[in-house]
């Protein structure tokens, strides 16, 4: 009788090389982090691997590998023995794998916290080393370089432009690799208002087919509890007619949110809630002539949210938790990251900054499609839905950097804003 090694199907992994002793070696993970832990294979364990595609059969596999490599020989018994090997790590699309997913996803879905997925590895998970490490964000140099880089992009905003602090843009790149390109926007945002809610829109980076991906989970962190306002989470759920928790697995170990606590925590004196809200992909919704202000779905959920505003009363403010562009071959392009290329992507990005800083909604939506989605920038969707609700504003660049990764001759670009606006009463879109 067949079973589920006969032709083995592995799930989607992140891979990649290591050298150790002088040997070469491929570092496999689970993306989604239900694997039990990461495993280490030789290139030719690997090879074998690239076969699991569900459809080749271990005989298939065989007869490809004395192929590829002449005189080496494998048996079928040592294929059966590498699937069996992945699947008892939960690597493999098995009935294995599926029961042991459920459980994962069941004991999430049943714990009314959401506990700190990263503490310990992007950031300490120690309270008073964790306040030590934020602490020396901000005097990092290098943040203090990055503002006076800065100064001629955008020139001296004028205090009359500064009425109203609307938000920040700001990074979710590991904290190891960008924490100095956070500070200055939370120092404006901690300067300038006394919010009580926090709306952080993030990016589902690990699935969900929802635009919106919301929860009701408080956020653990090592120095605390951030609480959910679940009143203004009803509330924006009556509006659109539906719940936008049904995803809410998403959450469980995605980043974007996750990083932007500690920072809301250590600088805010007052009391305050979040609604965390992580954003899916603009992409199904554009090509053949249409804008994501065609996607009446979308709209009818950010229309609510504008309702939900009004009516809570709530003093509000937004942190768009985005990474810009991501180019190399690790993120699937078929070119190498140069220093001319990285000028070209600074110089897009810039482009994107001016449009954004005018809360130019139009422009925004013409650079989608021809720029950003294939640069990869991740910032879409949060950032059309904050500008979708905001009337009129100014926004700031107050950071900028580029983290270019060798080893992938690859590159992420980021960066921070901060956003003003006008008065509370006449803070929000009057669509009708």
Not at 1 to 25: N, S, T, V
Not at 97 to 123: D, I, L, N, T
Request: charged share 25%; net charge negative; aromatic share 10%.
């Amino acid at each position: 009788m067949p079973d589920a090694f006969d032709c083995p199907e592995i799930r989607y992994i992140d891979a990649f090389p290591f050298e150790q002793d002088g040997e070469k070696y491929i570092y496999i993970r689970d993306p989604l982090e239900i694997a039990s832990a990461p495993l280490v294979m030789t290139p030719l364990e690997f090879y074998v691997i690239t076969h699991f595609d569900g459809v080749h059969t271990v005989a298939d596999i065989q007869e490809k590998f004395a192929r590829q490599f002449g005189a080496l020989l494998i048996t079928e018994e040592r294929i059966r023995e590498i699937a069996r090997t992945l699947d008892a790590h939960y690597y493999l699309a098995t009935e294995n794998y599926h029961a042991h997913a459920e459980q994962v996803m069941e004991a999430f879905r049943r714990s009314p916290v959401r506990k700190a997925w990263h503490a310990g590895s992007a950031y300490e998970a120690d309270p008073e080393k964790l306040r030590g490490q934020i602490e020396g964000f901000y005097r990092s140099p290098h943040s203090a370089g990055m503002l006076q880089e800065l100064k001629e992009v955008n020139g001296t905003l004028p205090d009359s432009a500064r009425k109203r602090l609307l938000g920040i843009l700001t990074p979710h790149i590991d904290l190891r690799v960008g924490a100095a390109a956070y500070t200055p926007a939370y120092r404006q945002l901690f300067e300038h208002t006394e919010a009580d809610l926090f709306i952080i829109l993030g990016v589902a980076h690990y699935g969900g087919g929802s635009f919106f991906i919301a929860t009701e989970k408080d956020f653990e962190t090592p120095l605390g509890i951030v609480e959910t306002d679940r009143d203004f989470l009803h509330a924006w759920e009556d509006f659109a007619g539906g719940k936008l928790t049904r995803e809410d697995w998403a959450h469980r170990i995605e980043h974007s949110i996750e990083f932007q606590l500690p920072f809301l925590q250590h600088g805010c004196s007052h009391p305050f809630k979040i609604l965390p809200v992580l954003c899916g992909s603009v992409e199904p919704h554009l090509g053949e002539g249409r804008r994501l202000e065609d996607a009446a779905g979308i709209n009818h959920q950010i229309a609510a949210l504008r309702r939900a505003l009004e009516r809570q009363g709530k003093k509000a403010v937004f942190v768009l938790s985005v990474d810009l562009a991501h180019m190399g071959p690790k993120f699937g392009d078929d070119f190498a990251i140069t220093s001319g290329k990285a000028q070209e992507i600074r110089q897009a990005d810039g482009r994107m900054f001016d449009i954004i800083s005018r809360f130019d909604i139009d422009a925004f939506q013409q650079i989608m499609e021809s720029d950003l989605l294939p640069r990869k920038v991740d910032a879409c969707s949060a950032v059309y839905t904050f500008l979708s609700l905001m009337k009129t504003g100014r926004g700031e660049v107050v950071s900028y950097d580029q983290n270019f990764q060798p080893e992938t001759q690859s590159l992420v670009s980021y960066g921070s804003m901060v956003f003003w606006g006008e008065k509370p009463e006449r803070l929000i879109k009057d669509k009708g």
